[in-house]
């Protein structure tokens, strides 16, 4: 799949939004196999509760919210 090469900010600004009310708390998730080249959680304190996203880094070096296709073979 095409991606568009965002910054991790200009992303978590996209769907989080730039002013957000409290500081998010950025995370790096370790070693699993969907996580392999980098993955990030980011958490946020909203009126409605707690929101967690998880943005992925893949092997061109973009980040996106799903995580990079596993290689077979």
């Known amino acids: 799949m095409q ?3 965002i910054s991790l900010r ?3 600004d996209k769907w ?5 009310a409290a500081p998010a ?3 790096r998730v370790r070693s699993s196999r969907a996580c392999r ?3 990030i959680r980011v958490d946020v304190a909203r009126p409605s509760g707690q929101l967690s996203m998880f943005f992925f880094r893949h092997a061109d070096g973009c980040w996106c919210v799903f995580p990079p296709a596993l290689k077979v073979g």
């Open 3 to 5: 991606t568009a090469k």
């Open 10 to 12: 200009g992303l978590i």
């Open 16 to 20: 989080l939004g730039s002013n957000l």
């Open 25 to 27: 708390r950025i995370t």
């Open 37 to 39: 080249s980098g993955c």
